[in-house]
């Protein structure tokens, strides 16, 4: 550098930053920090030598050295690094490097004393997984290239000759016979271009530079045969495609111009735009803006109660404040994204945490999650709260609604790193997880390592948002102020929502449950019968509908319709809004307390398998009743061929009458008639000693004769 630099005017007073050219030994120096305080220490670093270690020198020294001539003040003679120059690779040792220093060269002037910086780079190393003796590199680089992140740069811009490329000569190495490839011409070029630009770029994301050289070969490399028909030409007279790929690299490879036209305006904005903006610095505190974006889950679900059932993906939706990054809400069910799935994560961020969470089974404190307010904007996508009704059902609430632009997720980027935080840390500890090589031919089947149930991956969800809220957010993802850092405000979720509270007020609003539940829930049709207000398979009752004679009324006047609100997360209760506009909650009857806690999947699931199992039977029931018909058709038929005429009957009625016939029959089925016949048959002895019926008593022996002949069984005296 010293060789590249140029000498300024001589200056008394230092500055940091600054170059300075030593008179005694040659060498130059840059200076980093100028103490304010009484020691009135500074330090700077030789950028000449190899060494990474700066040193101190005292204030004094510095001025007097300046004013005496002993220190010269020069100019840097490196022209500024272009951004777009960078290639990948330059920009990803860069940034790794700067992931590792990052935190502790801020820390002035601790980092220049050696105590106080062999603490520092010890934590430093150990975040970073890496040995400290492999931080000083980084540190000396950063520190002789001004403190400047692209200090940390790689030197490949240095390696190799710095000249154009030739094609007047064969380079590299021989070329075997029959591969194509030649010594490449002005024209062979100009069909590089021209291939590129016709089909690369104007076919969109579809082309690959492989597909190119080939629609590139069919079309420039061939010519015609005596009957008109396109030939190739010899492999020797046709470019390689390693040609056409150096080609691309040297003269194409990362214009953003030619990515734009490939990609489109809108997934260039999406992918590839620069990330510069920072969503905390638009806000002023919490609640002022959220954020809210559904996703379907990347784990396989079973059903509670038939474990071997797989039930698919749920879908999960996130709300999360703009200001501290805290999730305010969370909703997940087994239904299709939509408007009402969004309202219900929104109906979260205002309902009470510890009640939330005690309903899965988890304990927490207030100040473990104290959001239970709605937000003054919410910033959407144009999915889900996409519709103008959806937008004028939640300014009911007084929240405004902006919609981002379609392809535009990187607008809410809050919201969209939600996920992917939340989610993998589930990942390798819950199976289930689809992973990236997901239906790809080889790869297994994560279907069949499902076990969570909805509730319990639910549950899991809590824990890991409850986790997240209260874990270090690193500087990319949150740019603490200097006064939370004064203050030691940990770049945590929560820590800063309770900042924001505190100091900055935020745009948070408390509405009453009543109105909340009105608009936020949805709405469905359930009728009064007499046995109760059913919905959706169960019965529910209310103080006032027992006051009024509700079901009463329908069991006289007829089962009529209410319209009701719900609540999907549990089907506790639900709500009919009476005359005057008050929201009535309705609880669940005896008869449907068994399903009490449940959520309306699980309610839908069980409905489900109630359907299923009366489907099965229905086949058992259909040949039971065949079955029967035939039997009685064939008693039918038996009866029908021994019936008597109607005349025959009706001179019997006239004879007899129904009521004779019936003791005759009843006597004849009791085989009382039978007995008679025969006793009448039967020679006339009265019982004597040793007869079964005989009684050694002659009153009781009389007795039990007349019962005898009562019954018919002895004949009448």
Not at 243 to 267: A, C, M, P, T, V
Not at 464 to 472: F, P
Request: hydrophobic share 30%.
């Amino acid at each position: 550098m010293t060789g590249n630099a140029m000498e300024e005017s001589r200056t008394l007073q230092p500055v940091t930053g600054q170059l300075l050219r030593s008179q005694e030994n040659g060498h130059t120096y840059r200076l980093l920090y100028i103490s304010s305080g009484d020691d009135n220490v500074c330090w700077w670093i030789d950028v000449d030598s190899k060494g990474n270690i700066p040193r101190s020198i005292h204030a004094s020294d510095l001025i007097s050295g300046l004013g005496e001539g002993k220190l010269v003040a020069v100019i840097s003679a490196d022209d500024p690094i272009d951004e777009d120059t960078l290639s990948p690779a330059m920009k990803k040792s860069r940034d790794k490097a700067w992931k590792l220093i990052r935190g502790v060269v801020d820390k002035e002037p601790q980092i220049y004393q050696p105590e106080e910086r062999k603490k520092l780079l010890i934590e430093a190393a150990a975040e970073g997984k890496v040995q400290v003796p492999n931080l000083y590199p980084y540190l000396g680089r950063y520190w002789k290239g001004g403190k400047n992140m692209n200090a940390l740069l790689p030197g490949f811009r240095n390696c190799g000759g710095h000249r154009k490329p030739t094609y007047s000569t064969w380079l590299g190495r021989p070329k075997r016979t029959g591969n194509n490839g030649k010594i490449l011409t002005e024209q062979d070029l100009k069909n590089f271009a021209d291939a590129y630009d016709r089909h690369y770029l104007a076919a969109g994301t579809t082309a690959t530079l492989n597909s190119t050289y080939q629609w590139m070969i069919g079309l420039k490399y061939v010519e015609k045969d005596d009957q008109g028909q396109a030939k190739s030409l010899p492999p020797d007279e046709i470019p390689s495609l390693e040609q056409f790929l150096y080609w691309y690299r040297k003269n194409r490879k990362g214009s953003i111009k030619d990515l734009k036209k490939k990609e489109g305006e809108h997934r260039y904005v999406l992918n590839h735009r620069p990330i510069t903006g920072k969503t905390e610095i638009t806000v002023s505190g919490p609640g002022e803006k959220a954020q809210i974006d559904g996703t379907i889950g990347d784990f396989y679900l079973v059903r509670k109660n038939h474990r071997e059932e797989v039930i698919g993906r749920p879908v999960v939706f996130f709300v999360r404040d703009s200001y501290s990054h805290i999730v305010t809400g969370l909703h997940i069910s087994l239904t299709d994204a939509s408007w009402k799935q969004a309202l219900l994560a929104i109906k979260n961020s205002a309902e009470d945490k510890v009640e939330f969470c005690r309903r899965y089974g988890i304990e927490i404190r207030e100040e473990d999650w104290p959001c239970h307010h709605l937000p003054s904007v919410l910033i959407a996508d144009n999915g889900e709260l996409g519709g103008k009704g959806v937008e004028e059902l939640i300014a009911k609430l007084g929240i405004m609604v902006e919609n981002c632009p379609p392809y535009r997720g990187d607008l809410k980027g809050v919201i969209e790193n939600n996920f992917h935080i939340c989610q993998g840390k589930l990942k390798d500890i819950v199976p289930g997880y689809v992973d990236k090589d997901a239906g790809t031919r080889g790869a297994k089947d994560y279907r069949t390592e499902a076990c969570m149930d909805l509730e319990s991956f639910t549950r899991g969800m809590i824990l890991c948002v409850l986790l997240y809220n209260k874990t270090w957010m690193d500087a990319d993802s949150y740019q603490r102020t200097p006064e939370m850092i004064r203050d030691g405000v940990n770049a945590t979720p929560l820590d800063l929502w309770n900042y924001g509270m505190k100091y900055c007020g935020g745009a948070l609003r408390v509405v009453s449950k009543e109105d909340m539940y009105r608009v936020l829930l949805p709405h469905g049709s359930a009728k009064v019968t007499e046995r109760g207000i059913h919905f959706q398979g169960l019965y529910y009752t209310c103080k006032e509908a027992v006051q009024e004679d509700w079901f009463a009324s329908a069991r006289s006047s007829g089962r009529y319709s209410i319209t009701v609100s719900y609540d999907p997360s549990c089907v506790d209760n639900i709500y009919v809004t009476d005359k005057d506009g008050r929201l009535i909650s309705c609880t669940l009857l005896e008869r449907s307390t068994p399903f009490r806690g449940m959520t309306k999947d699980d309610m839908d699931l069980y409905q489900e398998e109630d359907r299923r199992q009366k489907a099965e039977y229905n086949a058992k029931q259909n040949q039971a009743n065949a079955e029967f018909q035939q039997e009685m058709n064939k008693l039918v038929r038996q009866n029908s061929s021994q019936k008597a005429g109607v005349t025959k009957i009706r001179e019997a009625l006239v004879r007899k009458g129904i009521d004779v016939s019936r003791e005759e029959e009843q006597e004849e089925l009791s085989g009382a008639a039978d007995a008679r016949k025969r006793q009448e048959e039967a020679p006339q002895t009265k019982p004597k000693a040793g007869d079964s019926l005989y009684i050694d008593n002659e009153e009781l022996q009389d007795g039990f004769d007349e019962v005898l002949r009562k019954a018919g069984i002895l004949p009448p005296k």
